[in-house]
């Protein structure tokens, strides 16, 4: 098991990223939930999307703990889903969770919030189920506060929002995609990308 503090560490940088998210939902105006988010989904859909992050660690905390991690890294949960992320299924999820989400956007996403808070305040660390295996909950945390904090760059772009990301949360999410890209083998392209001496594309997703 990780040192307890780490889950510490991990739950405050995953509240506020929830946090961030809730706002950036309250500064979408009436007209754009059907303007372009991201890809083929709307700002609804991007948000429903991004909402998931909210539902997950509920439903996976509420699910029997299985009997091991079978994937040992904050960086070893996206090595296992590379490539995933632009599937039809995904993309299906997305936009049945921003319906999911009703005629109160931020009210929905406010109780996921406070529905995922209360399933992770006093748990000590140990392993949760998902659908690619088991993964300490202070590993799969940072999963969730990176797509919260990729998703809402996405979400303030499509806006056009000035927000900007809180530290913790900028810097949990580079932390994971370094150590993602390092262990998928782009750990070359990310530094020279870094450094400007390089551009991309690259995916830890």
């Known amino acids: 098991m990780a040192d307890e503090r780490v889950l510490s560490a991990a739950v405050a940088d995953y509240i506020a990223g929830a946090e961030h998210f809730l706002r950036l939902i309250g500064e979408v105006a009436p007209g754009q939930w059907d303007q372009p988010g991201l890809g083929d989904w709307s700002v609804l859909s991007l948000i429903g999307h991004t909402s998931r992050s ?8 509420a699910q029997p703990e299985p009997d091991v991690a079978e994937i040992g890294s904050v960086a070893g949960y996206y090595a296992r889903i590379q490539g995933l992320a632009s599937s039809p299924e995904v993309t299906a999820r997305g936009v ?6 009703g005629d109160d956007v931020l009210r929905s996403a406010t109780e996921r919030r406070d529905r995922a808070v209360a ?3 006093g748990v000590a660390d140990r392993p949760v189920a ?3 295996g088991g993964i300490l909950l202070s590993d ?3 999963t969730r506060t990176f797509e919260l904090a990729v998703h809402g760059l996405d979400i303030a772009r499509a806006i056009g929002s000035t927000s900007t990301l809180p530290r913790v949360v900028l810097a949990s999410a580079l932390t994971t995609a370094v150590q993602a890209a390092e262990l998928t083998g782009q750990g070359d392209q990310a530094l020279l990308m870094l450094t400007g001496r ?3 594309p690259i995916s830890v997703v």
């Open 96 to 101: 049945a969770a921003g319906v999911d989400l």
């Open 130 to 132: 998902t659908p690619w």
């Open 54 to 61: 909210l539902t997950t660690v509920a439903d996976y905390l």
């Open 140 to 142: 799969y945390l940072p």
């Open 119 to 121: 399933a992770i305040t």
């Open 198 to 200: 390089e551009q991309g």
